[in-house]
């Protein structure tokens, strides 16, 4: 029976086989501090505090710094001068540890209290960030392009849409001035109804007048025409010129007298 195998029976309970197993190995008459010390917990687990101070008395004759029979003989003093006192005395539990410990006394005390449950509502809030934030990403991902949307919704008979990189270019199919810069009826209305299809849109707008080359000063009525539709739209514009250089060919000569706008999804 080895010193080991008397210990794993101490920490089981079994203080009888670990009794046992230190009798084996000299018991109360053993030169091992070891063997000693553990026999003096033995002895204190069942109450018999005079065999434990003996056990622990026979370590310190061994060696007299032995920190674990000083702390234990003295606790078993003290209990006994309250005892003497007839004061009431809690049973006493000396530890049994692995290897050489501290002797502790084991006073009763309730089951410790469950530790509470951990605190999620903090991990509970990053997921839901993250989660939203997965969703922006993934909607942003499967969105179609502003300029694909603003082309979708730009369309009338009046006038034509084509996409031009990340803008929208807008030409009219009829003529929108006569032979000034004022808006025809017919001009008018076609521009009311694109300003009414750019009003959910934030854009910026680069308007074109255009005139034929019949003209003394194309490159001003471009200009007068430019600013003209840029007011009826109502919104900020760049207004520019072509000056000379007419958009339709001199067979569709009433068209040239119109504006381009160039539309940008901001």
């Known amino acids: 029976m080895t010193l080991t195998q008397a210990l794993e029976s101490a920490r089981r ?3 009888e086989q670990a009794m046992s197993a230190l009798a084996e190995l000299g018991g109360r008459a053993s030169d091992d501090p070891r063997v000693l010390d553990l026999l003096a917990r033995v002895h204190a687990q069942r109450g018999a505090l005079g065999d434990a101070d003996e056990c622990w008395s026979r370590v310190q004759s061994l ?5 674990a029979a000083v702390q234990g003989r003295r606790r078993i003093a003290a209990l006994q001068a ?48 993250l989660t939203r934030q997965l969703d922006a990403v ?32 807008v ?12 808006l025809s009826t017919s001009g008018a209305a076609a521009i009311a109804q694109l300003g009414t299809q750019l009003k959910p849109f934030s854009v910026s707008l680069v308007v074109t007048g255009h005139t034929d080359n019949r003209f003394r000063n194309p490159t001003e009525l471009g200009f007068a025409r430019a600013q003209t539709v840029a007011d009826a739209l ?26 381009t706008v160039l539309i940008t999804p901001a």
Do not use: C
């Open 82 to 129: 309250k005892r003497f006192r007839r004061r009431p005395v809690w049973p006493v539990a000396f530890v049994v540890a692995a290897g050489v410990g501290v002797v502790g006394i084991l006073l009763p005390t309730s089951p410790p209290p469950a530790p509470p449950p951990p605190d999620i509502s903090g991990l509970a809030a990053q997921h839901a960030e």
């Open 13 to 15: 309970g079994d203080y």
């Open 234 to 259: 109502g919104m900020p514009a760049v207004v520019r010129s072509a000056g000379a250089t007419p958009l339709f060919p001199s067979r569709e000569r009433a068209k040239n007298n119109t504006v």
């Open 171 to 182: 030409t009219f199919n009829d003529a929108l001035f006569n032979r000034d810069a004022r």
């Open 63 to 67: 060696d007299p710094a032995d920190e």
């Open 138 to 169: 993934r909607a942003q991902l499967n969105a179609e392009p502003p300029v694909v949307t603003l082309a979708k919704a730009v369309s009338s008979p009046a006038f034509v849409a084509i996409r031009q990189g990340d803008a929208v270019l």
